[in-house]
């Protein structure tokens, strides 16, 4: 289950009952009633603009998503201004859209979360006068789900008997301690004279026992007919919580000012890997396909509304299978190939570029927090002052020193990023070249759009984001101060100028105190910067040096002797040759370093040596001293640590005369017996589920069929007439038609076939399903939708 939401902006919020008026207000984003994202403070405004981007996976089931706005006050109390409850069932409703939803008053009667398992039984008794009366059990089985209330939850339950004349005095059942399942084991017996069954019913209410002199918390309440009890004796059954119906009077929506909302939830079932490999292969093999334009991949992003949904997706997939560096270089090749302007290539909001964007999101992540964390945190404790709008000068400040400040936090995170590459991940780099490339071919013209094509990404779209909220990107615990966030703002408007290699740089900014203060930074050292770290597979050499190396065995009969080699590590590769400038004896990719560690020095008795451990050897190295020794464990390390085939063990010692040194173990395959002190990161494990990834895409085909139709019926339409393309179909790249025509009817049968496979799934689910189970609990709005939507045989059965 995946859920994508969008915090937008709120408007016309109740002013402040004070002189200034104004509010310092956040957005929460909450499953039901427990907050799982927070926005930055906006302060000063009764319309704030969040704008932030929160993505997560859903790990329980909820009724209500909630958007709760709060205002936070000078002595930094919080209280509620109002919220938007959507229901799970109505999510598909404002599915991927913008929607303005007007805030409803918080009453704590309406707050209600959670499950209750509870048992009625109804039996007739005789009395010791002879009179026969009937007698009702309750008993609260278990309570799942319910919320803590100022850190603490100690629920306990009160039954009422309540009839259309009277109602019964409540009997209260025991606490427990915490929100953990639990049960009372003590019944609650009620004596009632005869009267019609079907006008009483049995209310629970749940408490919160709080030790505040305010009173117990209302969790809340059931409310169940006992006509139940009509056909048997007795009732056992989950229950959702629902609110009092009697809550305090809400105040009108208007008085409480609207929130502008873009919410996007998915929920998938899964199915096993085989039934997805058709529809998977399709995909796959869209780098290969001759155009680009009439592959599966890129169709994708063509029915798609919005680019992002297609790129998520795709690139988590072609990522997980190793060829997100292929497909990225075609659609980019083919984007650059249709880019006029070179001064405006990879900057639109294309499949190519969101697709990059979330590469570098999933395996540059480490990258980005061993290059930014330790500037970002320099600044977040220093707490200069940075501000250079001479308008928004506090008293005491002084511009001059401001500037300096400002200019110093620049040239560090400058200098950080552009010293950087030994730590860029090789398939960053790969997809780096390949852009380069691209763009060199096709605007022969333009020497610095081979430059300005990655530096586009690398700080326009992957650092200066994370500068300008680095709370999003785990750079920090928490959103930062608004003195912070002014700074880092001032940050990344500076290293996006500087990145883009604009020749009129000054001009860029909408500012005249940026364009002043930019002027520190028009000395060509600073595009030289930009042009080289643009550039991670020229000639980028990381390390040389003559090192001992020994024969890896790679010849069956071949001597395994040491022998000096010059060595050259760059960020693709890691070769050796007889001297300097002959062409290499052995070339290992930066992809194929498995692990990087020293070596015992009792295997050859021979010091400062060191292994690097490839996926069928091992090649052994001396180093000329231990000093040198540990900078070439260290940058190798570094190079490759992005590398999701790293190992978690090695031997420490070699493999001679039939075993090794360390382990005696006689294969020369045996797993390491020591753990890595340089092994991958638990930061950058990607963890990607490939069959969730193509049943994610196989979603957004069966959403836009039909797109797909319409794009058939352009591809039949360019096929037979070469007049003027239709504006219906003028949406759509097709550069092939027969091509793209006999992928899109591959495309659909595809689709097709999953679709009846869930068809069948949620069949097989609906038979088995039992309403009041703790599944789904009586209450459940969501199941009652789906129950609507079966066949009416189908429905009965339940």
């Known amino acids: 289950?995946?859920?994508?939401?969008?915090?937008?902006?709120?408007?016309?919020?109740?002013?402040?009952?004070?002189?200034?008026?104004?509010?310092?207000?956040?957005?929460?984003?909450n499953l039901?009633?427990?907050?799982?994202?927070?926005?930055?403070?906006?302060?000063?405004?009764?319309?704030?603009?969040?704008?932030?981007?929160?993505?997560?996976?859903?790990?329980?089931?909820?009724?209500?998503?909630?958007?709760?706005?709060?205002?936070?006050?000078?002595?930094?109390?919080?209280?509620?201004?109002?919220?938007?409850?959507?229901?799970?069932?109505?999510?598909?409703?404002?599915?991927?859209?913008d929607t303005w939803f007007q805030l409803?008053?918080?009453?704590?009667?309406?707050?209600?979360?959670?499950?209750?398992?509870?048992?009625?039984?109804?039996?007739?008794?005789?009395?010791?006068?002879?009179?026969?009366?009937?007698?009702?059990?309750?008993?609260?089985?278990?309570?799942?789900?319910?919320?803590?209330?100022?850190?603490?939850?100690?629920?306990?339950?009160?039954?009422?008997?309540?009839?259309?004349?009277?109602?019964?005095?409540?009997?209260?059942?025991?606490?427990?301690?915490?929100?953990?399942?639990?049960?009372?084991?003590?019944?609650s017996h009620f004596d009632f004279e005869e009267e019609d069954v079907d006008k009483l019913e049995i209310r629970v209410d749940l408490w919160n026992a709080s030790n505040l002199k305010f009173g117990d918390e209302f969790l809340g309440e059931l409310r169940i007919p006992l006509k139940v009890?009509?056909?048997?004796?007795?009732?056992?059954?989950?229950?959702?919580?629902?609110?009092?119906?009697?809550?305090?009077?809400?105040?009108?929506?208007?008085?409480?000012?609207?929130?502008?909302?873009?919410?996007?939830?998915?929920?998938d079932h899964v199915f096993s890997s085989d039934y997805y490999s058709p529809l998977r292969e399709l995909l796959l093999k869209s780098a290969d396909v001759e155009p680009v334009s009439a592959s599966a991949a890129h169709?994708?992003?063509?029915?798609?509304?919005?680019?992002?949904?297609?790129?998520?997706?795709?690139?988590?997939?072609?990522l997980h299978a190793g060829r997100v560096v292929a497909f990225v270089s075609a659609i980019a090749?083919?984007?650059?190939?249709?880019?006029?302007?070179?001064?405006?290539?990879?900057?639109?909001?294309?499949?190519?570029?969101?697709?990059?964007?979330?590469?570098?999101?999933?395996?540059?992540?480490?990258?980005?927090?061993?290059?930014?964390?330790?500037?970002?945190?320099?600044?977040?404790?220093?707490?200069?002052?940075c501000e250079i709008d001479p308008v928004k000068l506090k008293d005491g400040e002084n511009l001059e020193n401001n500037m300096e400040n400002l200019r110093q936090y620049v040239d560090h995170i400058f200098h950080a990023i552009t010293t950087s590459g030994v730590s860029c991940p090789t398939v960053m780099c790969d997809i780096f070249f390949s852009l380069r490339e691209a763009a060199a071919k096709r605007f022969k013209d333009?020497?610095?759009?081979?430059?300005?094509?990655?530096?586009?990404?690398?700080?326009?779209?992957?650092?200066?984001?994370?500068?300008?909220?680095?709370?999003?990107?785990?750079?920090?615990?928490?959103?930062?101060?608004?003195?912070?966030?002014?700074?880092?703002?001032?940050?990344?408007?500076?290293?996006?100028?500087?990145?883009?290699?604009?020749?009129?740089?000054?001009?860029?900014?909408?500012?005249?105190?940026?364009?002043?203060?930019?002027?520190?930074?028009?000395?060509?050292?600073?595009?030289?910067?930009?042009k080289n770290v643009s550039d991670p597979r020229g000639p980028c050499v990381l390390h040389n040096r003559f090192m001992i190396k020994r024969a890896q065995g790679r010849k069956r009969f071949g001597m395994k002797n040491f022998k000096k080699r010059w060595f050259r590590l760059t960020n693709h590769e890691f070769t050796y040759q007889k001297s300097k400038g002959d062409p290499p004896l052995c070339s290992i990719p930066i992809e194929n370093i498995l692990a990087v560690e020293r070596l015992e020095e009792e295997s050859f008795k021979m010091k400062n040596m060191f292994q690097v451990v490839q996926p069928e050897r091992a090649l052994y190295i001396q180093a000329n001293n231990c000093v040198e020794a540990k900078d070439w464990i260290d940058i190798l390390t570094k190079v490759s640590q992005c590398n999701q085939k790293r190992l978690s063990v090695f031997h420490p010692s070699a493999y001679l005369?039939?075993?090794?040194?360390?382990?005696?173990?006689?294969?020369?395959?045996?797993?390491?017996?020591?753990?890595?002190?340089?092994?991958?990161?638990?930061?950058?494990?990607?963890?990607?589920?490939?069959?969730?990834?193509?049943?994610?895409?196989?979603?957004?085909?069966?959403?836009?069929?039909?797109?797909?139709?319409?794009?058939?019926?352009?591809?039949?339409?360019?096929?037979?007439?070469?007049?003027?393309?239709?504006?219906?179909?003028?949406?759509f790249v097709i550069d092939d038609p027969r091509e793209t025509y006999k992928t899109l009817k591959q495309v659909i049968a595809g689709v097709g076939a999953l679709e009846q496979e869930h068809a069948q799934y949620r069949r097989d689910k609906f038979k088995k399903t039992k309403y009041g189970s703790q599944e789904h609990p009586i209450g459940d709005k969501s199941f009652q939708s789906y129950v609507r939507q079966q066949p009416e045989t189908s429905a009965h059965s339940i």
């Open 1 to 29: 289950m995946c859920f994508l939401c969008f915090s937008g902006e709120a408007k016309n919020l109740p002013s402040y009952p004070g002189p200034n008026k104004m509010r310092d207000c956040y957005c929460t984003v």
């Open 32 to 97: 039901d009633q427990e907050e799982v994202f927070r926005t930055k403070i906006v302060e000063k405004s009764l319309c704030p603009f969040y704008g932030e981007d929160f993505y997560c996976e859903i790990p329980r089931s909820f009724r209500h998503l909630s958007f709760y706005i709060f205002d936070r006050d000078v002595f930094r109390r919080d209280s509620i201004i109002g919220k938007v409850a959507i229901r799970k069932e109505d999510l598909q409703k404002y599915h991927n859209r």
């Open 104 to 187: 409803q008053h918080v009453d704590a009667d309406s707050e209600v979360q959670g499950q209750v398992h509870l048992e009625l039984r109804l039996s007739e008794v005789i009395t010791d006068t002879g009179v026969v009366c009937h007698k009702l059990a309750t008993r609260v089985v278990e309570c799942q789900g319910l919320p803590i209330v100022n850190g603490q939850c100690d629920p306990y339950a009160t039954v009422t008997l309540a009839g259309p004349l009277r109602q019964v005095a409540p009997s209260a059942g025991p606490g427990w301690a915490g929100p953990k399942p639990c049960s009372y084991s003590k019944k």
């Open 229 to 267: 009890l009509r056909q048997s004796g007795s009732h056992k059954a989950w229950y959702f919580l629902q609110p009092r119906d009697n809550g305090g009077k809400s105040l009108k929506p208007d008085d409480l000012g609207s929130l502008r909302l873009n919410v996007v939830y998915t929920e």
């Open 299 to 318: 169709i994708l992003g063509e029915v798609c509304r919005e680019k992002q949904e297609a790129a998520v997706p795709l690139a988590r997939l072609f």
């Open 333 to 385: 090749s083919a984007e650059v190939q249709r880019t006029q302007d070179p001064n405006t290539i990879f900057r639109g909001n294309s499949l190519t570029s969101k697709c990059i964007d979330e590469t570098m999101k999933l395996a540059g992540m480490h990258y980005l927090h061993v290059t930014l964390r330790p500037a970002i945190e320099e600044i977040c404790q220093s707490h200069k002052s």
């Open 446 to 530: 333009e020497p610095d759009v081979r430059y300005t094509a990655v530096s586009s990404f690398i700080f326009l779209r992957f650092f200066a984001p994370a500068i300008l909220s680095p709370n999003l990107f785990q750079l920090t615990p928490h959103h930062t101060d608004p003195q912070t966030s002014r700074t880092l703002t001032l940050i990344s408007k500076t290293i996006q100028t500087l990145g883009s290699l604009s020749k009129s740089k000054s001009a860029s900014f909408k500012e005249s105190y940026m364009a002043t203060f930019y002027e520190f930074f028009n000395e060509q050292k600073y595009a030289d910067a930009v």
């Open 657 to 731: 005369n039939g075993h090794w040194l360390c382990c005696r173990a006689s294969s020369d395959t045996a797993a390491g017996c020591t753990p890595c002190t340089g092994g991958l990161p638990a930061s950058i494990q990607l963890d990607i589920d490939g069959d969730r990834e193509t049943q994610r895409i196989y979603c957004l085909f069966h959403t836009h069929m039909a797109r797909l139709e319409q794009m058939q019926e352009a591809c039949g339409s360019k096929s037979v007439y070469d007049g003027p393309e239709q504006e219906e179909y003028s949406t």
